[in-house]
Each structure stands twice: as C-alpha cells, then as structure tokens.
C-alpha cells in the first residue's frame, strides 16, 4: 500500500470544538458490510448491565449516601446516581460482590436499621459495615433504577440452608416464617429474583477451590435453590478466571449445567501487571496501545469458552455470563487502595466500546455482561465527590449503545487496517449493528488509532436508508478525563463526518474515537 502522510492542523473534523494535530494517511476506505443474520439472533439488553459490589465507595457514599448529604435522596438513595443510570436503561445490576458475597450473611442486612450488627469488610479494607445497605435497600434501589436484580449468593462462608433461606425470603408467597419475617420487615409481597449466582470466583476469593470440588458445590447448593411460585431462578455457576478453560470443562463436564441458566468468566484489562497496574490518568501511547490489546484479548477468550460449552451444549441454550470486565488501574493517589478507586478517560470509553462490539457480536452465547463497577469503583460510570457527581467517559459509551438493547443483531464483515505500535499491531477497527424494534439500524465504530482518520464506506446488503444521525465521542488526549472542575471534557457530541452516498452509508472516523451511527 502506498503511504502518503502529511501532518495538518485539523479544524473540529466537522464537529464540535476539537482542534486535533493529527497525521492523515491517504488511503481507500475500508470497506464494511452490514447484512441480516441468519436465522436472527439477538443482543440481549443483559450484555448493558452493572455491577454494585460492597466495596470502597461503591454502596456506602456512592449509591447509599449520608443522612446528612446535601443531595435528592429517596431513603439514603441518591436520586442523581439513579437518575443518570435510568437514561441509560441499565438493565441488570449485580449485588453484593464480587469476593465480598462469598462473605456477606443477609441476615445481617435486614430488620430495624439501628439494630443490624456490625461486621467488617475483611475483603476489602478491614472496614466497619453497619449493614444499613441490606436485602430490602437493594431491591429498592433496583426498583428505582427500573432494572432487574442479580443477586450473588455465599457459597465460600455460607450454608445451602442460607442460601435456601434467602430465596424463600425474598420469593415466597406462602405461609411461612420467612414470609411474616419479610412482611414484618416492610415488604409484603416477594420481590421475585431470578438471576441468582451460586457464589463467586470460587476459584479465588470464593473458596479457592478446586473445579472438581466447586462442581459438587454447585450441585449441593443448587439442589436446595428452589423456584418458588411465580419465579423460576436462572442460576450462573461461578466460573473461569480470564484463560482459565479447565474451569469451563470440569464445571460443564461435572454439572452439565443442567439446572443452569449460564457460567460466568471474569476478565480485566490490567495494563501492568498486578503489583503495578498502572495509572488510570498518568500515560503514554505504550500504555495506552497496551491497554487495548488486552481489552481485544477478550475475544479469544470468548471464542474458546464458547467452543468448550459448544462440546456440552451445542444448542447453545446456556449463556456465557461476563459477571466481571473492565479496565483495572491502581488506585488514585491519596485514596485508600483496598476502595479500587480510579479515574476513567477516553482510553477507558474506547475499552469499553470495544469489548460491547465483540459481546454484541458473540451474542448468541454471551448473554449477560456486567461492567466492574458502577460507582467509584474501577470502571465506573459515576463518581461522586461529597454532593457532586459526574459522568465518566465510559458512561457516555453506554449512553450511546443503548440502541443494541433487545436488537436484532447484524453481523459486520470487514477487514480493517493495523494500528501499529512498535513491533506490534492490533486491529485499529472495531463494529457492531443490530436493527431495534422500529427498523432503525445501529452501527458502532471504533478508531483505536490516535493519530489516523479512518475513512469507511459501508454497504447494507439489502436495506435501505432515507436519514441518518450520528454521536462521537472523542477528545484531544486519550488521556482526558472528566472531573469535579472540569465534568464535560469527554462527552458525546452531534457528528457530521457520516453522510449517505447512494445506498452506501460514509464514515470519516476521527482517531481514538468512538461513532454510534443511526440509520432510518
Ligand atoms: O471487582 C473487584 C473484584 O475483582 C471482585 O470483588 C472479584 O470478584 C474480582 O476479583
């Protein structure tokens, strides 16, 4: 291919207040194609969901604010935290960890709130838990955010009898103890949870045991979770750390997952290594190239997951639940390092955007996805500073996505040029499409590259548009952020750089850059 690069001040590329130094590379656009899937598969809204662990200032002055707080509050829910997460219909919201549910007894969290014991978070920071944040407050809050609750049970320091007893609170209908207990607490009719985790990395945190034992301890607890009238429970085996596929095997091979709804892989981009993560503001393009080969790593792990359920389940009727994924940084100078506190910028949002093309597009097994976590914690969405709150770049990427939610999934087909780094290359590319419920097809592209326009001319085999929109989220560094000063340095904005040619639709993509495009 024949290079040609000329180094240019470029002038808001046709959108909004960005003056970019940037080099272009003369080539032909790449060419992607966009065509029905057969036999119609698709992108469940579950691959957008969360996850709240009790950790560091996820629940306790994230979610769950001080009486004293100067904030809208439902109870001690902070409505600004809820009201940002509504716009981006988050679906599903995990609770309450992490290695912290293999630790957590819900007898604790419930009855009068000045009289439920003190424990200490022994996983994360040794602090005291007054358990004011329990049972009843977490369903609130998934009420109030309108999505569905995911429960992670104790399988590490818990009993089967717990645990059978936390679902018969939480969904029985009928006369028992449990019952007048849950009533006598304040919530008369059940709350109906489905997604129930049979505990969590018990490879790990949860036990540190091996595939064969946790086998048995998936069949012992799951005998004893019982659907109760009205709601039939979709178990998720803990499953694999990142490569882990002796896990999936074992687990797959012991259990069948007979009574299973899926297994869960975790997976985080950690750019160092675990000693030294490296930071979430402080970089350079060696980290930052780094950082999103890992974040396409995912795939490949997908891939062989998949093909390891395939061999049990080849109907593909269990779902590959990614309960844990994100970006992993060390903490941010002069917090606490047990509360995983980080700042999140535009390398962050273009992790993300990444990893939710390659779930939409490994849709018909992965179908569930949970980012880590929500608030102030690893790859948040909202960070809060005393009544102050901001949106991550990240939250932005969700914001844009939510179209995929429940849409028919379109595959992409396109090679796409390298980003090269170094001795090292990754696809500078990434798409997905899906078509709602109204017609409109979506597409999200991304431009890992941070010095090069990307031209892209799209084909849509068989469908045809009248009008089109589009949002972009980009900056100047890929190291900005948004803060308490400055909340709005990394947002989404209108992009003019896509246009219709004939049946074709146009996309000038600009470098590190995220394109959601709308076609009507
Ligand atoms: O998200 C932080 C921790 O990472 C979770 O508690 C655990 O499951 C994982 O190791």
């Not at 960890?97 to 009289?115: L, M, S, T, V």
């Not at 209908?173 to 129930?196: H, I, M, Q, Y």
């Not at 709602?436 to 548009?465: C, Q, R, W, Y």
Request: aromatic share 12%; hydrophobic share 35%; proline share 5%.
């Amino acid at each position: 291919m024949k290079h040609n690069f000329k180094k240019i001040v470029f002038f808001g590329f046709l959108y909004t207040n960005v003056i970019l130094t940037i080099k272009i590379q003369a080539q032909a656009p790449v060419q992607l194609s966009i065509r029905e899937s057969l036999p119609g598969l698709t992108i469940s809204k579950y691959i957008y969901g969360h996850f709240s662990e009790d950790l560091g200032r996820c629940i306790y002055d994230g979610f769950w604010a001080d009486p004293s707080m100067p904030v809208k509050k439902q109870g001690r829910i902070r409505m600004d935290v809820v009201e940002a997460l509504k716009k981006i219909k988050i679906p599903v919201l995990r609770w309450p960890g992490g290695c912290f549910a293999d630790q957590y007894h819900w007898r604790d969290g419930i009855g009068p709130q000045g009289q439920r014991p003190k424990t200490v978070n022994t996983t994360w920071g040794m602090v005291t838990d007054d358990n004011s944040f329990g049972t009843h407050e977490f369903l609130e809050l998934c009420s109030l955010l309108g999505c569905e609750p995911y429960i992670a049970g104790n399988v590490g320091t818990g009993t089967p009898k717990e645990m059978e007893d936390w679902l018969e609170y939480l969904n029985y209908n009928g006369e028992s103890a449990l019952t007048d207990l849950r009533k006598k607490n304040g919530r008369d009719k059940p709350w109906n949870v489905s997604f129930w985790g049979v505990g969590n990395e018990s490879w790990g945190c949860g036990g540190s045991m091996s595939p064969e034992y946790y086998s048995n301890e998936y069949k012992r607890y799951s005998e004893f979770a019982k659907n109760y009238p009205g709601t039939k429970l979709k178990l998720i085996a803990s499953g694999a750390n990142g490569d882990d596929y002796n896990w999936t095997d074992v687990v797959l091979k012991n259990t069948g997952l007979w009574n299973a709804w899926g297994i869960s892989m975790h997976y985080y981009v950690v750019v160092g290594d675990w000693g030294h993560k490296g930071s979430a503001t402080q970089f350079d393009e060696s980290e930052y190239f780094h950082g999103l080969k890992k974040c396409l790593h995912i795939e490949g792990l997908i891939n062989r997951h998949s093909a390891i359920m395939d061999v049990y389940d080849p109907e593909k009727a269990k779902a590959l639940v990614v309960d844990e994924w994100g970006i992993w940084t060390d903490a941010e100078p002069g917090t606490n390092p047990a509360f995983l506190y980080q700042q999140n910028s535009l390398r962050d949002a273009l992790i993300a955007a990444s990893t939710l093309n390659i779930f939409n597009n490994h849709c018909a097994r992965v179908k569930m996805a949970n980012l880590a976590q929500t608030v102030n914690v690893l790859q948040s969405l909202v960070l809060t500073d005393k009544d102050k709150m901001l949106l991550t770049p990240t939250y932005y990427v969700f914001d844009m996505y939510q179209a995929h939610q429940d849409a028919m999934w379109l595959p992409v087909q396109f090679s796409s040029p390298d980003y090269v780094y170094g001795n090292e290359k990754i696809p500078a590319i990434n798409a997905s499409a899906s078509r709602d419920a109204s017609g409109a097809v979506h597409i999200s592209i991304v431009n890992l590259d941070p010095a090069k326009i990307i031209s892209i001319k799209t084909s849509l085999e068989g469908m045809h548009f009248k009008s089109l929109s589009a949002q972009v989220l980009t900056s100047q560094k890929f190291t900005d952020v948004n803060t308490f000063e400055k909340p709005f340095t990394v947002k989404t904005v209108e992009f003019k750089g896509a246009r219709k040619q004939g049946d074709d639709l146009m996309v000038e993509m600009p470098p590190q850059s995220v394109v959601v495009v709308e076609l009507k």
